[in-house]
């Protein structure tokens, strides 16, 4: 079992940035592959990014490549979001989650531990 919590959501205005940060307890951090998830009001939730036990390998939604960027700290139990230029679009409730298994990290449904959520308001 893990336990996530998510920080560093808030309001910003589009063309910012944030950085959130995902803090990990329980069992082994570095045994888990990571995801980062959103959801928007009214839509079904999305994958965003995803890091390897290792932090060697990295994936993104077409949506954030070039301006996301997802890296872990095993030393730290954490896993952030750096996110750049953001855009009005990129409001949503972000979600970090955990798994046991490798494979296909985009699917949220082999996910599964997941943190409560921070939200994100990006202004135009």
């Known amino acids: 079992q893990v336990q996530l919590v998510e920080s560093g959501g808030g309001l910003v205005q589009a063309g910012g940035s944030l950085r959130l940060s995902c803090a990990a307890s329980g069992r082994t951090f570095s045994n888990y592959p990571m995801g980062w998830f959103r959801q928007a009001p009214g839509k079904e939730r999305e994958f965003v990014a995803a890091?390897?036990?290792?932090?060697?390998?990295?994936y993104y939604a077409d949506s954030v490549k070039g301006r996301f960027t997802i890296s872990r700290e095993n030393a730290k139990n954490t896993v952030y979001l750096q996110m750049n230029s953001l855009k009005p679009e990129d409001t949503a409730v972000y979600y970090c989650a955990a798994r046991d298994t490798s494979g296909n990290l985009y699917s949220s449904r082999e996910y599964g531990y997941w943190g409560q959520g921070t939200q994100v308001t990006v202004s135009s």
């Open positions: 890091i390897r036990r290792s932090g060697g390998s990295t």
